[in-house]
């Protein structure tokens, strides 16, 4: 019986090994797991067999090909529902064959085919519900690649480890090659030589039919056929061929080992060095294709038997006999199978690999990949930590609140745009009767005080609308009929106004006891303009010279401007009170500091621009930004001029085609008011700084006078020839910001009031 | 101060750390919007001004689990801090704000001193919490009120204290992530990573 092994062996080899060497290599990754599970189990097999080889390196090549791997698994459960809680395998094949290498990457959804991988890195789905996981897959095409790369790597290397440890075991050949096909042929004539004599023994009239049936056939062919139906059994009994392979060459390996050892060797030295001549001359793959008339005995084209024939250098049979114990019933005639398609071998390996693997994971411990699988499915390792929270629910904003963050992330509704789109009213809100008016262009006859008191001059006599009451009041009245009153000017805190008149006098009233504080003479003019800096009043007069009074001392002219050759129509102290800018009937503005302390004589004129084409009257200092002045021309210039008082430069200019009576900075929209006279008589809105217009407001049938604004900066109140003040509320803020704005004026107010007294 | 001469203990360590959080928490709070801004307080810490909370609900959380941490921090057996935030309605998770925390076994003994001032720590300390101000400008907008939890992430052996319980590791599907700053008090380490869920349209 040994011998009888020994020569069925022995043939076996020379059939297949010697006239037909192996011409290909093919190495498996193989990772399978239930989707939803977090286990994950990845095996490489070499030419069909699990490869087992405690090498380090080895398992380092492993763990380099299947690091990137994704099951679906890995995708989350929730993409794919349909496959949770089946088995998944993910196959890829690296087939080396000649210098060539060929790759297969599928997915494998129990059993069947789900996915397999195009040449062009995209996913063929074979079934419906792997659609999901196909579009899922393929916009990560990159991923893909780089899966590909590292296994492509990791094969040639596992290819050339194999070459090497190969080598290394090459000069134990006991049978050197020569003797090969020498044994061989004698086998055989002793072979023919005894089935003669057994067939004449027998009578027989076949010969030859002997011996094709020990070397070439199972016994039982029809059990064996490996078509679908064959696999389903394979399945259902969790019991394949191929186990038998490796037993039966182990048998050869144990018998004739060292052939095979140099049948591999060479092999690979064919794949790896083209240019070594051929020693054993194996037909070229065409070659034997186009002979291959015969397919059972031309066995060396099939991959799987191929594979075989080069497992005889592998480790593993020697390993697995546990299996083979477990299936004598198919040993028999099991030793070749003449067709078996790559998908049934992975099959089988898988169902194999699997039975066997929970008792080598329980024995291991969770393996590195598991770990792997289990850092980037959780974000971290289950057995390094764990995670703790607060018994309870998640915290969470009281009822009914709204995320209000959605303004930081708003686009295209900039500050301007809003502006823009803010509904301006075209009509006046309001409009007051003013009869009597001096339809005088160089006086200024309207003011309004912190304390929202509209005060206007009807010729001789000053009247007041409180605007939150609605009230009406006559404060003072001139004594002399041709005496009438030219300026109008309150305190900050508005509790005093001064009054200038026509006969040079200025004249201070406490509105709250409606009482003339005191009369203070010094111009020999009417008295046209008029601004207070804390407790200093400055008076601009019809002879040009500007007087400073300090209303608190009984010698109250403390000094006089002199630069203006005619009358001074526009006086207005900076915000901060460092500059006084006056403006005049000669065309000219001119800037002034702060009054000394002590009143040291006249003050130095600062500076004096001259770009004015007419009498200069308004003037306005921006609330924002304190170095800058505007100022506007009359008739014959009619431009509105922003100067930089540090620097002395014009900034900008705008022709308004109108005359300009007034200028007014509006801070809830940072823009710029304009009271026009001859041509248009209107008042126009400007933004600041880039002095486009924003509105016109049209109403008033004769020039505008003055224009000045409340005390909320929402309404502008403007006087004209027409004899009517109107009241336009142009420039309502948001309540919110209104509220802001409202806080910030209360707190301003009050110091001035107590340096008065 | 005289720990800025003497360097730094774990005490003083894990004190620093549990301090970031606090305040760490509470700017994420604010700056994300999770809780309405008037509910805050403004104070100056690290020479910046930084939101509070006022509600006292989340405070009393806060101080639980801070202190809580404090403790762990202490013993160097807390791994990491995560701040999670979900929506309320759907319980998905939005964002999720992860401190890495690294801890120098060696030096448990708690006398042992390192050479790093507390004012270096908390200049440290300081663009961390910048970055975390930061963020809103490319973080998407939370536009579901949503709720947040803090998870623990502990050594294996540790005795889960009363009130505390175990949890899922709440990571986001698909998700974007940017490291941020990190700052160490030489016994401590912690690297801030916030993770938020990547929206449709990129």
């Known amino acids: ?757 | 101060m005289t720990s800025t001469l003497k360097g730094i203990t774990l005490k003083g360590s894990a004190e620093l750390v549990a301090e970031f959080f606090s305040f760490g928490i509470n700017s994420i709070l604010y700056q994300r919007g999770i809780y309405p801004p008037e509910t805050f307080t403004r104070v100056t810490q690290y020479n910046m001004s930084l939101q509070l909370t006022t509600d006292a609900k989340l405070k009393t959380y806060l101080t639980s689990v801070v202190s809580q941490l404090k403790e762990w921090l202490f013993d160097c057996t807390v791994q990491k801090l995560v701040l999670v935030i979900t929506c309320l309605e759907t319980n998905e998770v939005l964002e999720r704000w992860q401190f890495d925390i690294e801890c120098d076994k060696s030096a448990p003994d708690g006398r042992a001193s390192r050479e790093k001032s507390v004012k270096t720590i908390q200049d440290e300390i300081r663009s961390v919490i910048r970055q975390i101000t930061a963020t809103v400008t490319f973080l998407p907008l939370l536009e579901t009120p949503c709720a947040f939890d803090l998870l623990v992430y502990t050594d294996k052996d540790l005795v889960v204290p009363e009130k505390w319980e175990e949890s899922g590791p709440q990571i986001i599907d698909q998700s974007e992530e940017v490291r941020l700053r990190s700052f160490t008090t030489s016994i401590h380490k912690v690297n801030s990573m916030v993770a938020y869920k990547r929206t449709d349209s990129v």
Not at chain 1, 80 to 107: F, M, N, Y
Not at chain 1, 341 to 348: G, H, L, R, T, Y
Not at chain 1, 610 to 618: D, L, R, Y
Not at chain 1, 692 to 717: M, Q
Request: net charge neutral; with cysteine.
């Open chain 1, 1 to 757: 019986m040994y011998l009888r092994g020994f020569v069925l062996s022995l043939c076996f080899h020379l059939s297949q090994a010697v006239p037909l060497p192996v011409d290909a290599i093919i190495i498996q990754i193989q990772q399978w797991g239930e989707v939803g599970a977090q286990h994950v189990a990845s095996k490489v097999l070499l030419n069909g067999v699990t490869f087992t080889s405690s090498d380090q390196q080895v398992n380092s090549i492993i763990r380099t090909m299947s690091a990137g791997a994704r099951l679906p698994a890995s995708v989350g459960v929730s993409p794919i529902p349909a496959l949770k809680e089946h088995t998944i395998l993910r196959s890829r094949d690296c087939i080396l064959e000649g210098p060539q290498l060929h790759w297969t990457d599928r997915v494998l959804y129990d059993g069947e085919v789900y996915l397999t991988l195009a040449p062009n890195d995209t996913w063929t789905a074979h079934l419906p519900q792997a659609m999901a996981l196909k579009q899922l897959w393929d916009q990560d095409v990159e991923h893909t690649r780089t899966e590909k790369t590292l296994l492509q790597k990791g094969c040639v290397q596992l290819m050339r480890e194999l070459r090497l440890s190969e080598e290394h075991s090459a000069p134990g050949n006991l049978l050197p090659r020569f003797l090969i096909p020498i044994l061989a042929v004698v086998i055989y004539a002793g072979l023919i030589a005894v089935s003669i004599l057994i067939s004449k023994n027998k009578g027989s009239v076949l010969p030859g039919g002997v011996i094709g049936s020990v070397i070439h056939y199972p016994k039982d062919m029809k059990g064996m056929e490996p078509e679908r139906k064959g696999n389903e059994e394979d399945y259902g009994g969790k019991r394949v061929i191929l186990p038998c392979v490796p037993r039966f060459l182990g048998e050869i390996y144990e018998n004739g080992g060292t052939m095979a050892h140099f049948g591999f060797e060479s092999d690979i030295h064919s794949i790896l060095k083209l240019d070594m001549p051929i020693t054993n001359a194996p037909m070229a793959r065409w070659q034997r294709k186009a002979s291959s008339s015969n397919p059972p005995t031309v066995s060396g084209l099939s991959p799987g038997k191929s594979a075989n024939a080069s497992l005889s250098s592998s480790k593993t049979p020697s390993k697995t006999p546990g299996k083979n114990k477990k299936t004598p019933s198919k040993m028999g005639g099991d030793r070749f199978i003449p067709i078996r398609n790559s998908k049934q071998m992975d099959v089988a390996n898988f169902l194999l690999t699997k039975e066997n693997e929970p008792v080598d994971a329980n024995a291991a411990g969770p393996s590195e990949s598991q770990k792997a699988w289990s850092v980037s499915l959780n974000g971290y390792n289950i057995e390094d930590a764990k995670i703790l929270h607060l018994t309870g629910k998640p915290l969470n904003a009281p009822e009914g609140y709204q995320n209000n963050l959605k303004v930081l992330y708003s686009q295209g509704t900039t500050p301007a745009s809003v502006k823009k789109t803010r509904y301006i009213s075209s009509t006046p809100d309001r409009i007051l009767d003013a009869p009597d008016l001096r339809n005088d262009f160089y006086l200024n006859l309207l003011d309004w005080s912190s304390r929202n008191v509209l005060a206007v001059a009807l010729h001789n006599s000053v009247y007041l609308w409180d605007a939150t009451q609605g009230d009406i009041t006559l404060l003072m009245k001139l004594e002399r009929e041709e005496d009438y009153i030219c300026s109008l000017s309150w305190t900050k805190e508005g509790s005093y106004l001064a009054v200038g008149a026509s006969d040079g006098k200025v004249q201070l009233w406490d509105v709250e006891n409606q009482k003339r504080l005191r009369s203070m003479a010094s111009h020999t003019a009417r008295v046209g303009s008029l601004s207070w800096n804390d407790h200093i009043l400055s008076s601009g007069s019809r002879s040009g010279h500007i007087h400073h009074h300090d209303v608190r001392v009984a010698d109250h002219h403390i000094s006089t401007l002199i630069a203006h050759s005619q009358e001074v129509c526009g006086l207005k102290w900076s915000p901060d009170g460092r500059y006084l800018a006056s403006g005049g009937n000669d065309n000219l503005v001119c800037l002034w500091p702060r009054v000394q302390e002590g009143g040291a004589g006249d003050s130095q004129l600062i500076r004096c621009w001259s770009e004015h084409q007419g009498a200069v009257k308004a003037l306005a200092w921006c609330p924002w930004q304190p170095n800058v002045l505007a100022s506007g021309g009359g008739t014959s210039d009619r431009h509105i001029r922003i100067w930089n008082v540090n620097s002395g430069s014009c900034i900008s200019s705008l022709d308004t085609q109108s005359q300009i009576s007034s200028l007014v900075f509006a801070p809830n929209y940072k823009e710029l008011v304009s009271a026009h006279g001859y041509a248009h008589n209107n008042v126009a809105i400007w933004k600041y700084p880039s002095l486009t217009k924003v509105a016109e407001l049209n109403g008033h049938e004769d020039r505008v006078l003055n224009l000045i604004l409340s005390p909320d900066f929402s309404t502008v109140a403007t006087v004209a020839g027409d004899e009517t003040i109107r009241l336009w509320k142009s420039f309502e803020m948001d309540p919110v910001k209104k509220k802001a704005k409202e806080r910030l004026v209360k707190s301003t107010s009050g110091v001035i009031h107590q340096s008065i007294r």
